[in-house]
């Protein structure tokens, strides 16, 4: 049977989530869609387990009576297996679904579930209300049963992944749907991927050491840091994860996010962590401390200090209760729960940076201390809830520094770092590559300096600037002002310190950029005389070599280190393969000089995150499994016969995604050469007819000139265009199956997975290439935009224009 895909469970969640859309807002149904996921997931997973005990007691010659008894001791049931209940059980529910009182029904499912597992599960899904009004209406028994019926569609057991932790990813992404539906309000429990990933490298936690986000939202910071520690080749068991959540909601969100990720010791707390945090020393009187600390704590909220619990964590000041000032307050909790030598990362709004009064002796006194190693400036709009540029501190735990950090404080300006999105920015692996390099560069030479995006600043500057820790103040990133050569304006030329300026920008991709001109004087060139265009069209022909060097560089490096991918079917080494593939591929390309490590960095990165679960189901269900898992992603998106006009329109969109699946052209190249040549004669035929008919209506002298009968058999060829088209897009799927099958039967999945991994990532470098060749272009062009046409001859285009129009408006009689 196959196994089910992470694209096939994303949307069957979010199918689940249209059946309820409408009637609230995400924000408000969100908890249903997970705990109705719980529940199918405990009830599927006990339902292995205890027709496993069931057999293994009939096989040892009990009753089969007898055997299900036994087999409801809940002593079978640890280790994020939970005992479920008779009344939680799926098949239960969904016999009872016939009935009306659906709501009921499942309210009390997820309570006897939380009940049987109260350690676990205390408060977790118990919360949850079917019954629950939304304005003036709640949930009716129709959609209940829908509900009911969707999650029937598949069983969530582990064999039915096509790797370990597919529930835990599609967990995920379930809730970065949300928090994008949510708005504003997604901030509040979902912290981008992208930041968190790079939080994590910028503090490095380790195995054996205990990691805590006091404002932990969905828990995304906790499962990464133990993310983190498995990539790096550590034991991530022995990592100790620790959180708080003011929420009750969004904690309950994240301990299903825990569990769901097959981590069951992670200590979750719920409450205010400024007004009282829970983790606490068993003396009951001092706080408990962490040698990591990551967090994204609400911004710009305010506090109330009468009844705050361990008050003495705030050394370094209070901020006022009213304002909405209280960021570093949070900022002072995470100081005071570091561990000597611990490090801790949080974002802040910018206004902790510069603010005056409290805050501003707040900020001296931490930066007295020594505690802060870095200020890390971020673009705006990368958050979900607000679009002003955010920061990251980096605080250090108490005790001295290293001689050679001391009284010195680290800034990175990444504000001009991101990819602009259509409603939000975001943060690539390249862009993450270059702030981290920067910070660790730092952390080993405290000497090491980026011209306009990272400097040391020492602690007299500091002092002298008042504390104000304005990013743009200590480094300024502001693009230099387009020179303007005013004799080159006048009589022409381009001024060839201007070329000089950026011969190194060329000459990575082996371009002489003196070429692209000719001699006119000491001081300047000329354009060629064929004109600038036919220069700048010449430079991807000089590009092409350095280009050239970089493919081959990578087709060497790919037949050398590809065979680790192909060995993970025997090893299961994932993370081992994954270091080694990206430390490789930087290594082995940088010396060109063409990409500089954060564009490599980056090109990788970005392929490993888009093909990691494709290589998790390598590692664990071979090749073929690989191709299978494709297979029915492709077949899932054709197979959706959910209704509505929003439905409508997913649907269309996961169709012409699932063409695009890079599977489909490498079996099926013949198919869409037909296609196509289908598609173009229905495209040029119905144009004909379009034509045709267009005339004859608007203009009825011409309608003796339309031949009926050539019209007639224009229209009958165009029906049976469309008739082909239909037919052919209706065999797809039959098509990719039998294609598939072909493969399978001759044992060619690994070549053609290996081509297809292959391409992904030859893409990927390519248009990096691609965007430093158009550098090249526009840097050209500016040059011609500047000093192409000069003033004088300007001037003669406008007075030949103004004469052509004085002539016309004499011919139309205005003197």
């Given at each position: 049977m196959a196994k089910l895909t992470l694209p096939q469970l994303e949307a069957h969640l979010f199918g689940a989530a249209d059946i309820l859309r409408g009637k609230m807002d995400a924000s408000e149904f969100k908890e249903y869609i997970f705990g109705m996921l719980f529940l199918k997931r405990c009830s599927d997973q006990f339902d292995t387990i205890r027709g496993r005990v069931i057999a293994e007691q009939i096989t040892a010659g009990r009753t089969q009576a007898r055997a299900e008894e036994i087999a409801d001791n809940r002593?079978?049931?640890?280790?994020?297996?939970?005992?479920?209940?008779?009344?939680?059980?799926?098949?239960?529910?969904?016999?009872?679904?016939?009935?009306?009182?659906?709501?009921?029904?499942?309210?009390?499912?997820?309570?006897a579930l939380e009940t049987a597992n109260s350690t676990a599960l205390q408060g977790v899904v118990g919360h949850i209300d079917f019954t629950r009004k939304v304005g003036k209406t709640s949930l009716s028994d129709q959609k209940l049963r829908a509900l009911i019926k969707h999650f029937d569609r598949y069983r969530l057991r582990n064999e039915d992944f096509e790797f370990p932790d597919l529930l835990g990813a599609a967990y995920e992404y379930l809730i970065g749907e949300f928090a994008d539906s949510a708005g504003k309000k997604g901030g509040e429990f979902y912290t981008p991927r992208g930041v968190v990933r790079m939080m994590a490298r910028l503090i490095e936690p380790r195995s054996g050491m205990r990691v805590y986000d006091p404002c932990a939202g969905s828990g995304g910071m906790l499962i990464m840091s133990k993310e983190y520690v498995a990539e790096a080749g550590e034991d991530a068991q022995d990592l100790r994860l620790y959180g708080q959540?003011?929420?009750?909601?969004?904690?309950?969100?994240?301990?299903?996010?825990?569990?769901?990720?097959?981590?069951?010791?992670?200590?979750?707390?719920?409450?205010?962590?400024?007004?009282?945090?829970?983790?606490?020393?068993?003396?009951?009187?001092?706080?408990?401390?962490?040698?990591?600390?990551?967090?994204?704590?609400?911004?710009?909220?305010?506090?109330?200090?009468?009844?705050?619990?361990?008050?003495?964590?705030?050394?370094?000041?209070?901020?006022?209760?009213?304002?909405?000032?209280?960021?570093?307050?949070?900022?002072?909790?995470?100081?005071?729960?570091?561990?000597?030598?611990?490090?801790?990362?949080?974002?802040?709004?910018?206004?902790?940076?510069?603010?005056?009064?409290?805050?501003?002796?707040?900020?001296?006194?931490?930066?007295?201390?020594?505690?802060?190693?870095?200020?890390?400036?971020?673009?705006?709009?990368?958050?979900?809830?607000?679009?002003?540029?955010?920061?990251?501190?980096?605080?250090?735990?108490?005790?001295?520094?290293?001689?050679?950090?001391?009284?010195?404080?680290?800034?990175?300006?990444?504000?001009?770092?991101?990819?602009?999105?259509?409603?939000?920015?975001?943060?690539?692996?390249?862009?993450?590559?270059?702030?981290?390099a920067a910070f660790r560069a730092y952390m080993t030479n405290p000497a090491h300096e980026i011209v306009g995006f990272a400097r040391v600043v020492s602690l007299e500057e500091l002092e002298e600037n008042q504390f104000n820790l304005n990013i743009r103040r200590y480094v300024d990133n502001t693009p230099p002002t387009e020179p303007q050569d005013v004799r080159a304006h006048l009589h022409g030329g381009v001024p060839k310190s201007e070329v000089h300026g950026h011969e190194i920008t060329f000459q990575t991709y082996g371009v002489n950029v003196h070429s692209l001109f000719v001699e006119r004087n000491a001081d300047y060139y000329d354009f060629p005389a064929d004109g600038w265009r036919s220069a700048a069209a010449r430079i991807p022909e000089l590009t092409a070599p350095a280009e050239a060097r970089v493919r081959d560089a990578f087709d060497d490096w790919w037949a050398r280190h590809s065979k680790r991918l192909s060995e993970l079917p025997d090893t299961h080494k994932v993370m081992d393969t994954r270091a080694e593939l990206l430390e490789s591929f930087v290594a082995e390309l940088e010396p060109l000089g063409t990409l500089d490590r954060f564009q490599l960095s980056g090109a990788v990165a970005s392929w490993w995150g888009s093909v990691q679960y494709d290589i998790r189901t390598l590692a664990f269900h071979q090749f073929s499994g690989v191709v299978q898992g494709w297979l029915t992603t492709i077949q899932t998106a054709f197979a959706d016969d959910s209704t509505g006009a929003l439905n409508a329109q997913r649907q269309a969109a996961a169709k012409r995604k699932a063409r695009e699946h890079p599977l489909v052209p490498y079996v099926l190249s013949d198919y869409?050469?037909?296609?196509?040549?289908?598609?173009?004669?229905?495209?040029?035929?119905?144009?004909?007819?379009?034509?045709?008919?267009?005339?004859?209506?608007?203009?009825?002298?011409?309608?003796?000139?339309?031949?009926?009968?050539?019209?007639?058999?224009?229209?009958?060829?165009?029906?049976?265009?469309?008739?082909?088209?239909?037919?052919?897009?209706?065999?797809?799927?039959?098509?990719?199956?039998?294609?598939?099958?072909?493969?399978?039967?001759?044992?060619?999945?690994?070549?053609?997975?290996?081509?297809?991994?292959?391409?992904?990532?030859?893409?990927?470098?390519?248009?990096?290439?691609?965007?430093?060749?158009?550098?090249?272009?526009?840097?050209?062009?500016?040059?011609?935009?500047?000093?192409?046409?000069?003033?004088?001859?300007?001037?003669?285009?406008?007075?030949?224009?103004?004469?052509?129009?004085?002539?016309?408006l004499r011919e139309l009689g205005y003197e």
């Open positions: 002593a079978f049931y640890r280790g994020g297996d939970f005992f479920v209940p008779t009344a939680a059980r799926w098949k239960y529910l969904v016999d009872k679904s016939a009935e009306n009182g659906i709501a009921d029904l499942l309210n009390k499912a997820l309570g959540e003011a929420n009750g909601g969004t904690w309950a969100v994240s301990k299903m996010n825990m569990i769901l990720h097959g981590i069951v010791n992670a200590d979750l707390e719920n409450d205010d962590t400024l007004a009282n945090p829970l983790h606490i020393e068993p003396d009951g009187s001092t706080l408990t401390l962490f040698d990591r600390v990551l967090t994204n704590p609400p911004f710009s909220q305010n506090y109330v200090r009468a009844g705050m619990k361990h008050a003495d964590r705030f050394e370094y000041g209070w901020t006022p209760e009213t304002g909405k000032k209280a960021d570093w307050m949070f900022a002072q909790h995470v100081l005071s729960v570091l561990r000597p030598g611990g490090l801790g990362a949080t974002v802040m709004p910018h206004g902790v940076l510069f603010r005056g009064g409290e805050e501003q002796a707040i900020r001296k006194k931490v930066i007295e201390a020594d505690r802060l190693e870095a200020v890390i400036g971020l673009a705006s709009n990368l958050f979900y809830g607000t679009g002003i540029p955010a920061c990251i501190l980096i605080l250090r735990g108490p005790g001295p520094r290293p001689a050679s950090h001391q009284g010195k404080v680290l800034f990175i300006n990444a504000d001009r770092e991101y990819l602009s999105g259509r409603a939000q920015n975001y943060l690539e692996p390249e862009h993450a590559e270059k702030i981290v869409l050469n037909e296609l196509e040549e289908a598609e173009n004669l229905r495209a040029e035929l119905d144009s004909k007819v379009k034509t045709l008919t267009t005339a004859s209506e608007d203009d009825s002298e011409a309608v003796e000139d339309v031949d009926p009968v050539v019209l007639k058999r224009l229209r009958a060829q165009l029906t049976a265009a469309k008739s082909k088209v239909r037919k052919l897009e209706a065999a797809f799927v039959d098509q990719l199956g039998s294609s598939v099958g072909l493969i399978h039967r001759n044992e060619t999945e690994p070549d053609l997975v290996m081509r297809i991994l292959k391409a992904d990532l030859s893409r990927r470098l390519d248009a990096r290439l691609t965007t430093g060749r158009r550098v090249l272009i526009d840097r050209y062009s500016r040059w011609a935009a500047k000093y192409a046409v000069t003033l004088p001859e300007l001037e003669a285009q406008r007075f030949t224009a103004a004469a052509r129009v004085n002539e016309m």
